[in-house]
């Protein structure tokens, strides 16, 4: 996943001093809109706690690389499973093998007792 250095979207609030004569007092806001400034506060908050400063951020292009070698290094470590899963299924299979020849042997050997013992 890669971005486009060149698009990038900014979004500012100015001050209230710098809003102008149009923008609404502190006194006019409405219920909704002290709603959203809330939640705006405790998502900026949730992600300052998350270790995160969203004004600190990198560039997206540094962000795009930190992804792609975050998703090469879970690909690398899932490469590696896969082949501790199937050394782990090859023993397996041959302690399998090995068991069938054990009870093929156990259970001719018990034949072969049990014909002896009705000779005798």
Do not use: H, K, N
Request: proline share 7%; charged share 40%.
């Amino acid at each position: 996943m890669s971005t486009d250095p060149a698009f990038t979207v900014e979004w500012t609030v100015p001050p209230e001093e710098e809003r102008g004569d149009g923008a609404p007092s502190a006194s006019s806001r409405t219920a909704s809109a002290e709603c959203d400034a809330a939640t705006a506060t405790q998502d900026r908050d949730r992600e300052r706690r998350g270790g995160r400063d969203p004004a600190d951020l990198p560039p997206a292009p540094v962000l795009a690389a930190r992804v792609d070698q975050l998703r090469s290094d879970r690909d690398a470590a899932e490469r590696r499973l896969d082949a501790v899963r199937g050394r782990y299924e090859t023993m397996l299979a041959e302690r399998d093998a090995e068991i069938r020849e054990l009870r093929e042997e156990s259970s001719a050997l018990q034949a072969f007792v049990r014909r002896v013992r009705r000779f005798l």
